[in-house]
């Protein structure tokens, strides 16, 4: 009897706990989606609804998503750029606003899932400790003072918030290149390792992978 009532009690706990993992990502993505549609509405509603005569919902985040391709277009062309480097300029002058566009920039950049990446490899470098493999994104390399040694420039992105990381310099012969793409990369990171990819289930030696 005993053991049919801690049976069930662990069966319910289960179940309950299997229910949460569904309901909890359901219920915040919701709440997110709801928050982003309502600040975009609010946010060109005073815009466009004098001129509209009435207002329907959604107009805002299609208007927003609108705007943001066709700026795309206009920055992908010579005079975009040039203008967009102009007003980065002026920008770039201004202590604070240099301070949070550079690094916003850089995070967009950092996290930027787009096809462009080719420069961008996903590796992996012992750290905190050598044992201890941590995923991070290669952008870029350094000489140590003399120039005799190449450190590799590894952002080590935080599981669950990938906003944060360390920055750290690696020699080259301590970092492993993997095939993994940015966007699989992040879904590993972010979900704490629940995700695993593919590449990463092949048993291979890591160690036969370290660039020498």
Known sequence: MKKSIRK?????K???????????PLVITILVIRAVFNFLDGWVS???QPYLGYWLPGIGILFTFLSIYLIGILVTNFAGRWVVTIGERFLLRIPIA????TSVKQ????????????????????????????????????????????????????AINPTSGFFVLVPEKSVIETDLSVEDAMKWIVSGGIITPEEMKAGRDMTDSVTR
């Open 14 to 24: 289960n179940y309950f706990f299997s229910g949460l993992l569904v309901v909890v």
């Open 8 to 12: 069930l009690k662990a069966l319910s």
């Open 107 to 158: 995070i967009m950049a950092t996290f930027s899932f787009s096809e462009e990446e080719g420069n961008r490899k996903v590796v992996l470098v012992e750290y905190p400790r050598n044992g201890l493999w941590s995923v991070g994104m290669l952008n870029g390399e350094s000489y140590v003072p003399g120039g005799k040694q190449k450190l590799l420039n590894v952002l080590v992105i935080a």
């Open 98 to 101: 240099k301070s949070i566009y």
């Open 46 to 48: 005073p815009f466009l």
